[in-house]
């Protein structure tokens, strides 16, 4: 005799549903594996949001106020030419209580980041997922995101940190009707 479970929400995930696929190498980068979201989680995306060419300069957080304190997020970021110096730009998903966050720091030579927000996880995917890190946020920080972009620089090293274009989406919460039987 098979019990069905009853119908159950699911959210609050700990990675995404990932595509693998092989990318030549270019340039100094070797041929490798890379892991980026399925296409189809698009389709939670709501509210857009966006902006071209923003300039942060040395030593600078500017709040990014377009978005509506959403709770999942996201973020698609885009650097032409790419990051010329190691980790002085970056976002920073800072959450309900303002004193607590996860800065994404933005290694030298990124072209692009896609960054997923959910209520407890903070995933990026650098160069269309050459590279990928997940971070779990604190327990207290399930509430409301927002953004911020930073320039850690001293004004002597690399001048402003250029976003060539931001896109941020609010997304609706990734859940699936998750039916089970189990054998009595």
């Not at 296409?39 to 939670?44: F, G, V």
């Not at 690399?158 to 089970?180: H, K, L, S």
Request: charged letters at 20%; hydrophobic letters at 40%; aromatic letters at 10%.
């Amino acid at each position: 005799m098979f019990a069905p479970y009853p119908p159950a929400k699911w959210q609050g995930v700990q990675a995404v549903p990932r595509v693998v696929t092989y990318v030549e190498g270019q340039g100094a980068l070797l041929p490798a594996l890379a892991t980026y979201p399925i296409p189809a989680l698009a389709r939670l995306r709501t509210n857009h949001s966006g902006v071209s060419r923003m300039a942060v300069p040395a030593n600078t957080t500017l709040l990014y106020d377009q978005v509506d304190n959403a709770r999942f997020l996201d973020v698609v970021v885009r650097f032409d030419p790419p990051v010329p110096s190691d980790e002085t730009c970056g976002v920073r998903v800072q959450w309900e209580n303002d004193t607590e966050f996860t800065d994404v720091l933005v290694p030298r030579g990124t072209v692009d980041l896609r960054i997923l927000v959910d209520s407890f996880v903070v995933e990026v995917f650098y160069d269309h997922g050459r590279s990928v890190r997940t971070t779990l946020k604190p327990l207290n920080g399930g509430g409301r995101n927002k953004l911020a972009f930073f320039n850690k620089g001293n004004g002597s090293t690399g001048g402003d940190c250029i976003f060539t274009r931001v896109d941020v989406w609010n997304m609706q919460p990734m859940g699936f009707e998750a039916y089970e039987s189990v054998r009595v």
